[in-house]
């Protein structure tokens, strides 16, 4: 018996002592989400990893929330710095074209592309200032299935997939919400995606506190090289694009006390899902 015991208690130890490798190396690779069993532990040691569990998620949220607000500082010194360099380019380029000596000469082209390109400057700036107006949310109880459907009824050329339950009711703003699943379903036709998926997660999302959305479309996947950079400011693989549609939604998810991540894994033949953190109804509770 005894020494049956003796052998548990060394097979035991070094579990522990794996796991604690585990959330070393988790840490070390700024990987957050980490979240070991308490399967098999007794009670002291159960409630110490169900501590470091939540521990993860804590420090997952701060670091997004620090990253954000980095962006966020830098994002309003450049629009602030760039507004004044383009405002009076714009101003004397189009003085120049409406003067009479210009007009029909070859001079006029080329004020007239250093015009359109202070233009162009000048709404682009004006767009990432948005990531730095944003209002206080008015929080609420929100019928998530019914603000799906409603966004369903303005995609019809997408085949539609929910599974959530209609009694799923989460706190938060529904403007910013809707904003946010509307920039991901605008995403995944930009991505050629035919189908868009939506369900609850299983359980909550590291912490009870959440609710779990995944949203995931069988559009063209995101690569590699691209996955890290997909929330940062100013950052966009399209042509046409601005870069603030991603970065805008997590800043909104963020400021309802929620999250918006990417998920490294497929789901249901999903090439790319992204994952809400919702905080649940405040009367359910």
């Known amino acids: 018996m005894v020494v049956a015991g003796g052998w548990w208690f060394i097979r035991h130890q070094r579990k522990l002592r794996l796991r604690a490798h585990l ?3 988790a840490i ?4 957050f989400t980490f979240r070991m069993p308490t399967g098999g532990m007794i009670f002291g040691e159960r409630a110490m990893q169900e501590t470091l569990n939540q521990l993860g998620e804590t420090i ?3 670091v997004n929330q620090s990253e954000v607000e980095s962006w966020e500082r830098l994002t309003r ?4 710095e760039m507004m004044n360099a383009t405002a009076p380019i714009t101003s004397i380029s189009q003085s120049l074209l409406n003067r009479p000596d210009v007009k029909g000469t070859p001079l006029e082209d080329g004020i007239k592309a250093i015009y359109d390109t202070s233009r162009h400057l000048s709404d682009f700036v004006t767009s990432y200032r948005k990531m730095s107006e944003l209002e206080k949310p008015k929080m609420d109880d929100v019928d998530l299935l019914k603000m799906i459907e409603d966004i369903r009824k303005a995609y019809p050329q997408l085949a539609w997939e929910v599974n959530i339950s209609p009694d799923m009711t989460v706190w938060a703003d529904a403007g910013m919400l809707r904003q946010v699943l509307m920039n991901l379903v605008k995403n995944a036709i930009e991505a050629k995606a035919q189908k868009i998926v939506v369900e609850k997660g299983q359980g909550s999302n590291h912490d009870s506190a959440f609710l779990t959305l995944y949203i995931g479309n069988d559009g063209l996947p995101i690569p ?3 996955r890290q950079s997909l929330f940062v400011p100013f950052f966009t693989t399209k042509r046409s694009g601005s870069g603030i549609g991603l970065s805008l939604s997590r800043r909104m998810m963020i400021l309802q006390g929620g999250m918006l991540d990417l998920v490294e894994q497929s789901r249901q033949g999903c090439c790319v899902v992204f994952m809400l953190s919702l905080q649940p109804s405040k009367a359910s509770s």
């Open 77 to 80: 010194v450049l629009t602030h």
């Open 60 to 62: 997952r949220q701060q």
């Open 28 to 31: 070390r690779n700024k990987d």
């Open 23 to 25: 959330m070393q190396e």
């Open 224 to 226: 590699a090289e691209n």
